[in-house]
């Protein structure tokens, strides 16, 4: 495996599953934007080479670092609507549930929204489909030698998959082996093995999709169109369905209603997660959290991110000149203003992060006539923040060691666009 292919999978796995925000999107301009920026960086800067016994290391920094900076510009965008003041966008409505094991939910309205408070009682989630296999012995050899060629259908789609079976092969390497091919083909399926107290396992297969539509029977299905294949299913029970999916029923505001999962919107206002089955009669009431605490709430948002990009700062950087870099960056917007932070509340440590204290906090939004103080400094804050995180997602790689090779000439010098993607994180392997 080639140095670039670890990093990527370094990316899928360990962000590949991050929601995305709607502030992931953008406008052409401000692609555009983006660009320029990148190329004028580029153009500046020297020319430069990495230590090769460190480049792997670099990537995988590099990209903690992007996704940081984005973490943050997201939060800070969330914040800065268009149109609204600092004081609107910390007081933006966040929902409210009052029984979150029951049932959680996400505001994703704006405040001319006039949805209204609902409560909702949960009858059933919806289930994925579940196939549990025979429990085989996992050093016994129940399959014969030989090429297999067997069928899954996938809601409307079809997979054929071929499988090699080697001679006086392990029912467990078997199992394995197929799970991981089922797996690796990515639609939708996850595998993993099941075993019971006396040591033999069964081969479990889960769908990635819950619930049913009303012309459908099950969301998968294994088979075979010759006597070998059909062999192979039978003996690991391919398509014995231990869990049927279903799909979620709830009462909102007392009406009946079902979806095929157990994440939806109401109204495009709220994002509604059902986690487990109400309790007797009793519902959970859905509305938005009191001012205070939904102020306190939007600053302690962009705070934790905050600290969350010092934090991988130290942990995760590739060398000790690159955190001093980067940690200094990101908490100069918090020491600018350390003192003003202080007063609301919001306490700079000696390593950068920031503790909020709730008492002085809530002291300083409960003052009206300390209010615009307030805001003023959680403006500076935000400002200095947005600075500070455009400038390291636009070159991430400011912050890992270098050796320079060339100092351009200045006034004389020009763009080399090959070069511009390492400004924005992306890394090529040597061959490229």
Same mark, same amino acid.
């Given at each position: ?167 006086? !092969?392990?029912?467990? *390497? ?5 799970? %991981?091919?089922?797996? &690796? +083909?990515?639609?939708?399926? #996850? @595998? ?104 306190? !709430?939007?600053?302690? *948002? ?5 600290? %969350?990009?010092?934090? &991988? +700062?130290?942990?995760?950087? #590739? @060398? ?113």
């Amino acid at each position: 495996m080639s140095a670039i292919d670890s990093v990527y999978n370094y990316y899928l796995s360990t962000y590949g599953s991050n929601d995305v925000s709607r502030y992931d999107s953008h406008k052409k301009s401000e692609l555009r934007n983006v660009w320029n920026n990148i190329v004028k960086v580029n153009k500046e800067s020297p020319l430069y080479i990495l230590k090769d016994d460190d480049k792997e290391s670099v990537q995988k920094f590099v990209i903690d670092v992007k996704e940081s900076a984005r973490s943050l510009n997201n939060v800070i965008s969330s914040l800065t609507p268009d149109g609204q003041n600092i004081q609107e966008a910390f007081e933006k409505k966040i929902a409210s549930s009052s029984d979150p094991d029951v049932v959680s939910a996400k505001y994703i309205g704006d405040d001319e929204d006039t949805t209204e408070p609902f409560t909702i009682h949960v009858n059933q989630l919806a289930k994925s489909q579940i196939n549990i296999g025979r429990f085989l012995e996992p050093d016994a050899s129940s399959i014969p030698e030989g090429d297999y060629t067997f069928n899954l259908d996938y809601l409307s789609n079809q997979y054929e998959f071929q499988f090699h079976v080697g001679e006086d !092969e392990s029912n467990r *390497s078997i199992q394995n082996r197929l799970g %991981n091919l089922i797996s &690796n +083909a990515k639609i939708g399926l #996850s @595998s993993s093995l099941v075993e019971d107290p006396d040591g033999t396992a069964a081969l479990k297969l889960e769908s990635a999709q819950t619930g049913l539509a009303e012309n459908e029977e099950t969301i998968f299905s294994v088979s075979a169109d010759n006597a070998p294949a059909q062999n192979l299913i039978n003996i690991l029970g391919l398509d014995r369905i231990s869990q049927q999916p279903q799909n979620s029923n709830f009462l909102l505001n007392g009406n009946e209603k079902s979806s095929y999962s157990n994440s939806f919107t109401i109204n495009k206002s709220f994002e509604i997660t059902l986690n487990g089955v109400s309790p007797d009669e009793a519902a959970t009431d859905i509305g938005f959290k009191p001012s205070f605490d939904a102020i306190e !709430e939007n600053i302690s *948002s962009l705070i934790d991110t905050y600290n %969350n990009a010092v934090h &991988n +700062a130290y942990e995760k950087s #590739s @060398s000790e000149s690159a955190t001093r870099k980067l940690v200094t960056d990101l908490t100069s917007s918090a020491f600018t203003v350390k003192n003003d932070l202080e007063s609301i509340g919001l306490m700079t440590q000696s390593d950068g992060t920031i503790q909020v204290d709730k008492g002085l906090l809530y002291e300083a939004i409960s003052k009206e006539d300390a209010q615009e103080e307030l805001y003023d400094v959680l403006s500076k804050f935000r400002d200095n923040l947005s600075a500070k995180a455009a400038a390291v997602s636009l070159d991430p790689m400011r912050y890992v060691d270098k050796v320079v090779v060339e100092y351009k000439h200045p006034g004389h010098n020009f763009t080399t666009p090959y070069v511009a993607s390492v400004y924005s994180g992306m890394m090529l392997d040597d061959y490229c």
